[in-house]
């Protein structure tokens, strides 16, 4: 099973700034088969990017990801006040799919 | 606008069974991968189990195996999780979801709690 382990556990950020997500796998993500996702208090999560690198449909451009191997990253570029919310990374493909176990985006 | 909705969560004693359900609208769920993630209170995403296209491919998180089954019904347009024997440990929030462009389509969930 592949591991999951992103940091930080928590980012305090003002509305504006740049965030940058870590997610590092404990064995190389073939195919770049790693897709991060936003949840908010209440909601089901929303999927951000997948493939590594490909926002999903309807997702503003603010949201990047980037990485390979065992090392991703995901930049939100620009906080607005709607992205304080938690996201998670996720490797899918054979089986087991993971997720990490997350990181909270906190207005600081 | 494409929808998923859960059914079946209740509360129900450590050995016991419950049977989820997913029904998808504005979509035709036999064209995707079908999924259950669940979610165990103030915890974090674990993925249960995936079915694929025409039901002939199952897998499962180890923790669930010859626990849980996943179907589908696509005359019902419709996913089904089967959990016998559950455990304190299988409390969540349990939610639905296709596999497009990620987990792209997700259900509002359903609960489960397993508790005597």
């Known amino acids: 099973e592949i591991v999951l382990t992103q940091s930080p556990g928590t980012l305090s950020l003002s509305p504006g700034e740049r965030a940058t997500l870590s997610c590092r796998a404990s064995?190389?993500?073939?195919?770049?088969?790693l897709a991060w996702y936003q949840q908010k208090p209440g909601q089901a999560p929303r999927v951000l990017i997948y493939?590594?690198?490909s926002r999903a449909t309807g997702i503003p451009d603010r949201f990047s990801g980037s990485g390979s191997g065992t090392d991703f990253t995901l930049t939100i570029s620009r906080l607005e006040p709607e992205d304080f919310a938690v996201y998670y990374c996720?490797?899918?493909?054979?089986?087991?799919?993971?997720f990490g176990q997350g990181t909270k985006v906190e207005i600081k | 606008e494409v929808q998923l909705v859960e059914s079946g969560g209740a509360l129900v004693q450590p050995g016991g069974s419950l049977r989820l359900s997913c029904a998808a609208f504005?979509?035709?769920?036999?064209?995707?991968?079908m999924n259950w993630v669940r979610q165990a209170p103030e915890k974090g995403l674990e993925w249960v189990a995936s079915?694929?296209?025409?039901?002939?491919?199952?897998s499962y998180v180890d923790s669930v195996k010859g626990r849980f089954t996943i179907s589908r019904d696509d005359a019902k347009n419709s996913v089904y999780l089967q959990m016998n024997s559950l455990r304190d440990e299988d409390t969540a929030v349990y939610y639905c979801?296709?596999?497009?462009?990620?987990?792209?389509?997700w259900g509002q969930g359903t609960l489960v709690t397993v508790s005597s």
């Open positions: 979801a296709r596999w497009g462009e990620g987990l792209d389509c």
């Open positions: 996720q490797r899918y493909g054979s089986s087991p799919w993971t």
């Open positions: 064995q190389t993500v073939s195919n770049s088969y």
């Open positions: 493939g590594a690198s």
């Open positions: 504005r979509f035709t769920s036999s064209s995707y991968w």
């Open positions: 079915i694929n296209e025409d039901g002939s491919e199952k």
